[in-house]
Nanobody, 115 residues
């Protein structure tokens, strides 16, 4: 059974930084692309960043230059380093692992950026 567990969220002032982690289990982590999504109240869930099995990355325009996604396949973990945080980054952040059979989500971690 695939499980994803996020951690690292919290309350931070605008301009601050946080690093989110997502630890996976139950599958061969290294062969899959991974993503970070976020959902703010009243909004749809949106893609923030993604990383392929080869390490290629892409980002939402709103976070380019501020956020960095990375992965450590030895630890079955994907990270999201978030710098220069803004109040509009406030959301629940979810880790995502899509396979050919299913799409897996973590439980989410709350990020709140105060102005």
């Amino acid at each position: 059974q695939v499980q994803l567990v996020e951690s690292g969220g919290g309350l931070v002032q605008a301009g601050g930084s946080l690093r989110l982690s997502c630890a996976g289990s139950g599958t061969i982590f290294s062969i899959y692309a991974l993503g970070w999504y976020r959902q703010a109240p009243g909004n749809q869930r949106e893609l923030v960043a993604a990383i392929t099995s080869a390490g290629n990355t892409n980002y939402a325009d709103s976070v380019k230059g501020r956020f960095t996604i990375s992965r450590d396949n030895r630890k079955n973990t994907v990270y999201l380093q978030m710098n220069s945080l803004k109040p509009e980054d406030t959301a629940v952040y979810y880790c995502n692992l899509p396979t050919s059979r299913n799409t897996y989500w973590g439980q989410g971690t709350q990020v709140t950026v105060s102005s």
